[in-house]
């Protein structure tokens, strides 16, 4: 039998955790659904060296700071730990290894099925991020010359063969890995445009303080400021990449269009072989589970303004990239567009019935 609910939150990471301590508040009858093991788990399975962009003060979900040093940088296990703790401190309804199957529509009621359960509610927040399929390039050939890893599959130096890396990506993580493995490596950063360096405090102060304080960190993703932030792209924050560049310890080639028995053709028609790739090419979302018409766009990704469906009531999303401001996919941001969303839900699922019409409340 399907166990009823008021609201189904799909995923257990910061977005779903944030979105359940909201629902807690609001007298909501909520499930958190978790597709691992144990809360936290994507945070631990990323590469050891990993701290946030954002200090402590930036980075904690509502109601619960991170402990330590506020202008201090959370390291991975740090956060992992602070997400089972948070679940923990605040009871949340959490039902781990429940990886969703499907999620269908019925009139007024969604129905989530996983491998050994099915649920049901009037309203689902869909809370799965946006780092979800590694993402590698089409070109990407398997060879026994080259150990190839994509960044969600590297932990620490000892994994590299050879003594030459390729790492493909100029974002903060393929950044924060060229810096690690440049101590004991040849390191070679294949990027797609001009990179821009970003200090990770100006006058004392923590960018993310600055952003915040001009009203750019929480900027409507409509404003003029979100869309000039959002078209000169991220730039690399903190590292030490800029003078590993000058001085040649780490050296930059334009972007890479292809491979051939091991060699890699870069967009000047240069060539070069490495001993290991590390391909930091970002994710793609992964909806296939999702089974409702119009909740999707052609691109099979959410269609949606500021979280909520443009064609499906009663079904959001959280987590996402520029969701409805730069914070929306930030550790100390998602608090925010939860507490929005599960507003919404409570004025849905509260709301009377009218005359005639079953309340959706159970």
Do not use: C
């Amino acid at each position: 039998m399907a166990q009823e609910y008021e609201l189904i939150i799909i995923g257990g990471g910061q977005s779903g955790l944030a979105a359940g301590r909201h629902a807690h508040k609001q007298g909501l009858n909520y499930l958190i659904l978790e597709a691992s093991n144990a809360i936290g788990s994507t945070w631990r399975e990323r590469y050891d060296s990993l701290t946030l962009l954002t200090p402590r003060a930036y980075s904690g979900l509502p109601d619960l700071p991170l402990s330590g040093d506020a202008d201090g940088y959370p390291t991975r296990d740090e956060v992992a730990d602070y997400l089972q703790q948070y679940a923990k401190n605040f009871d949340l309804n959490v039902v781990l290894d429940q990886a969703v199957l499907e999620v269908t529509k019925r009139g007024e009621l969604f129905t989530v099925a996983t491998e050994s359960a099915i649920y049901t509610a009037p309203a689902v927040a869909v809370a799965t991020g946006p780092f979800q399929t590694p993402r590698m390039p089409t070109w990407a050939s398997a060879t026994e010359e080259v150990l190839q890893l994509h960044s969600s599959a590297y932990r620490n130096p000892a994994q590299i063969t050879g003594r030459s890396v390729l790492v493909l990506g100029g974002g903060n993580s393929g950044a924060q890995i060229a810096e690690e493995l440049a101590m004991n490596f040849q390191v070679a950063m294949a990027v797609n445009a001009p990179l821009r360096f970003m200090p990770a405090k100006i006058f004392g102060k923590s960018l993310f303080w600055w952003l915040d304080a001009v009203g750019a960190l929480n900027a409507p993703s409509s404003s003029f400021i979100a869309k000039k932030l959002r078209g000169r792209g991220d730039p690399i924050i903190g590292t030490s990449l800029k003078p590993l560049l000058k001085r040649g310890a780490v050296t930059l080639k334009p972007a890479a269009t292809s491979m051939s028995d091991g060699t890699v053709t870069f967009a000047d028609e240069t060539h070069g072989r490495y001993d290991t790739i590390i391909y930091s090419t970002g994710y793609t979302a992964d909806y296939g589970w999702m089974h409702i018409p119009k909740a999707l766009d052609e691109a099979n990704m959410p269609a949606q303004q500021g979280g909520q469906s443009e064609a499906v009531n009663g079904l959001y999303f959280l987590g996402l990239g520029w969701l409805r401001s730069r914070n929306s996919a930030l550790l100390g941001g998602v608090g925010t567009d939860a507490a929005f969303i599960i507003d919404q839900v409570a004025g849905m699922v509260k709301a009377p019935a009218a005359p005639g019409v079953s309340a959706a409340r159970k």
